[in-house]
């Protein structure tokens, strides 16, 4: 007769050979018959606090749940990490940024709060990278397009919702600092 493992242990292994997120339901699956919520959440609470501390995290996101290198390591393992992100331009960030914040928007929208127009070419870069989708169409005359945040972009930046974005403020201060070191290394 097989030994029963106990449901964390299974969690644990779906989780650490996974190249996807394992979404609640996708980890109430692997038992027959399905693992009630309430033992799932408490198998999540076991292994968070099992893998606290320790060079992977578990963490939960849009998706589901995974386990991710801790962020303190990464920064002290990069040539591991082959895939290089591509860096944006302060306009694409910006474009980003209102999307984010004030979704569902439309590009008439995002010129106003920017100030000036928005290039096709900028939409298309965030389209590309899976971080902006139509999400329908504004009922005005010429029913510009409206857009929105996807699941991709809560996934890439690891967040659970929208809810956990940074406060504005918070970004304005990180910006000012940015600004003021970049303009410090100008003068040095």
């Known amino acids: 007769m097989e030994k029963e493992l ?5 969690i644990e292994a779906a989780l650490l050979t996974s190249a996807v997120p394992l979404s ?12 009630p919520q309430e033992a799932l959440s408490d198998a999540l609470v076991i292994l968070k606090a099992r ?9 939960e996101t849009a998706d589901g749940w995974q386990f991710s290198v ?15 992100h591509p860096k944006y331009s302060r306009a694409v960030m910006e474009t980003l940024a ?3 914040y004030r979704q569902p928007v439309t590009r008439g929208d995002i010129e ?9 070419q900028i939409m298309q870069v965030l389209q590309e990278r899976g971080w902006i989708e139509i999400v329908g169409q504004k009922e ?17 930046l690891r967040l659970k919702s929208l809810k956990e974005l940074p406060p504005l403020e ?14 410090g290394s100008l003068k040095e």
């Open 24 to 35: 609640r339901y996708d980890l109430r699956r692997l038992f027959e018959p399905k693992l």
């Open 98 to 100: 209102i999307i984010a």
């Open 70 to 84: 801790a962020g303190e390591i990464v920064s002290r393992i990069p040539h591991l990490y082959a895939e290089k």
């Open 6 to 10: 106990p449901p964390d242990c299974v």
């Open 140 to 156: 005005v005359a010429g029913k510009p397009n409206l857009w929105a945040t996807t699941e991709q972009f809560l996934h890439d």
């Open 51 to 59: 893998w606290r501390n320790r060079a992977l995290q578990l963490s």
């Open 112 to 120: 106003a709060v920017r100030g000036v127009a928005v290039s096709s």
């Open 170 to 183: 918070e970004i304005g201060q990180l910006i000012e600092e940015n600004q003021e070191e970049n303009s």
